[in-house]
């Protein structure tokens, strides 16, 4: 399952792309509108918009669209949840920023983390496994920020 959020929507995009769905969107610029209905009806994804003239368009040129009622990500995420059934698992799988797919660092690319000043020395000599997104560079691991994630899902989604 495949979807695209407009700008509105762009925290909700982050969370999807956690779960693992290939969630796009887009940059600022004239005729978003225009350009989120072309991309989602050339690549079959699902729009999801609090935008209700948007949702009107895109289901009128044939496009499955979602108009996302509540102004909170939670509830966002439940609507989108029991609309489309998926699961709401956190998997290293996609990129949060860019939605490309990342991969597991080897062991001989750690030159790679080592590059970036957001990853601390400590972590890097503690055997973390680390992930990377290939096309804009981003290193993920599983340290706080992922423990708070879990703590999320545990909350609100089981």
Known sequence: MKFIAD???ERLARW???FGYDTSGIKKQENEDDTLLELAQSEGRILVSRDEELI???VKKGI???LVRSPEIIEQLREVQKEFNIKLEP????CSLCNSPIRKVEPSEMGLVRS???VYLARLESGTEFWICDKCGQVYWQGKHWENIMETVKKYFQ
Do not use: E, I
């Open 56 to 58: 009107r368009r895109a």
């Open 64 to 66: 499955r669209a979602y």
């Open 91 to 94: 998997v290293m799988d996609r």
């Open 16 to 18: 999807l792309r956690l």
């Open 7 to 9: 700008r509105m929507l």
């Open 116 to 118: 970036k000043d957001y």
